[in-house]
Each structure stands twice: as C-alpha cells, then as structure tokens.
C-alpha cells in the first residue's frame, strides 16, 4: 500500500517526496494537476513489456546511431510546469536541437546525478495495458499536449489488429498522422515505423518495430 505525504499537496511538493528516501521504488507513482496517480498494477507479459522493449531498442538505438539526441525507457520522470504534471512515460526522446535550445533540463538530485527532465521533450511513448485506456487515450493525451510534446506515440498491442498512432501536436490538439500500409511517419525523427505481430517459436505473441 502507497501513502501519500499530506504535504505533497501540488507539482513542488510531489517533485520533493519523489527525490527522497521516502518515495517508494516499485509501482508508478506520478502527479497530474493537482492528484497524485498510483498503478501497482502488474505489466502483460507481452502486449506491454515486450512492446515496450522494443520501442525501446529500436529507438534508443537510432538515436544513438545517428546522434539524434537521447532515448529515455520507462522509469524517467517527466516534470512540465505548464501541464502541472510529473510523469513517467513508457518512452520519452529529446533531440539535440531541443537539448541546445534550452527547452528541456536535466535536474539533479539531493544526492547527485539527474534523476528528473523537465520541459516538453519532442516525443512520449504510452503502451495501453487493460487498466490504462482512458488514461492513456484521454487524461495524457490532453497532459502531453498541454506540456507541448511535438508527438505522441500511443500503441495498444492487446489485441489484432494492432493499434500504433503517431499524433502530432497541432493548436487544436493531436491529430494522428496518416498510415500507408500500416507505416506511419514520424517528423521528429524523420523515418517512418511500423509495428507488426507474429508468433514466435514458443507459440507466444512477438512484436516487430521496422523503420525506413
């Protein structure tokens, strides 16, 4: 069971019990406008964890390939002033020109190291699972947005077919951008990705992430 402090009332508050020894390690404990969120719920196997991972490989690999900035998995804390919110997306991606520009910092913890990022960083990546539809599809769709985040990734592998949407920030909100036999573009990083299913040699679900 997660206690919340009666002192972490708002984003300042939650930012300091989330850099102390208090704050729990395991679960997601995260802020949105002035409510602290708690998911202890366990991760599918394989709608979840494995797309995940290879979000994770593909593009933490092709950023680091090609110099594009820095590839966050899950477990970042995203913290946005503006969207008074304080995160952990599934996958989170800041180019270097955003880097440069000075619309993202890296911040330190009481005990040294960067533990947090604040600002909009180009892109956030959320796999639905079963008890995070309408978070996922409705309360950060409109989070991400508000914090100015270029793209949104948004994936529910639960079920075929699969469900993979790049929505791209316009001033009235995310739009998704058009597929073409299942590719989808991406303009922060200038490729363009598709997600596939098949079943592997042990009889389970195994994702593919193909990028052009």
């Not at 073409?180 to 679900?205: I, N, T, Y």
Request: some cysteine; aromatic content about 10%.
């Amino acid at each position: 069971m997660v206690q919340t402090p009666e002192w972490a009332t708002d984003l300042e508050s939650f930012r300091r019990w989330a850099d102390s020894d208090d704050f729990p390690e395991a679960g997601r404990i995260c802020y949105l406008k002035g409510e602290v969120w708690v998911d202890m719920s366990k991760e599918q196997l394989f709608s979840h964890l494995q797309v995940k991972s290879k979000f994770n490989i593909v593009l933490g690999g092709l950023a680091e390939a090609e110099e594009l900035g820095l590839y966050f998995p899950d477990g970042l804390l995203l913290t946005n002033l503006a969207a008074d919110l304080s995160w952990k997306p599934d996958g989170t991606f800041v180019s270097a020109a955003t880097l440069r520009t000075g619309l993202v910092r890296l911040v330190e913890g009481a005990e040294g190291g960067h533990v947090e990022l604040e600002g909009s960083p180009d892109m956030v990546l959320e796999v639905v699972s079963r008890g995070s539809v309408h978070k996922d599809t409705v309360v950060l769709r409109q989070a991400y947005w508000d914090a100015g985040i270029r793209e949104y990734w948004l994936v529910d592998a639960r079920r075929e077919p699969l469900r993979f949407d790049i929505l791209r920030h316009t001033p009235k909100g995310y739009v998704a951008a058009r597929k073409q036999d299942g590719w989808v573009r991406s303009a922060v990083f200038g490729k363009s990705f598709r997600l596939s299913q098949q079943m592997s040699k042990l009889g389970h679900p195994e994702f593919t992430l193909a990028v052009r």
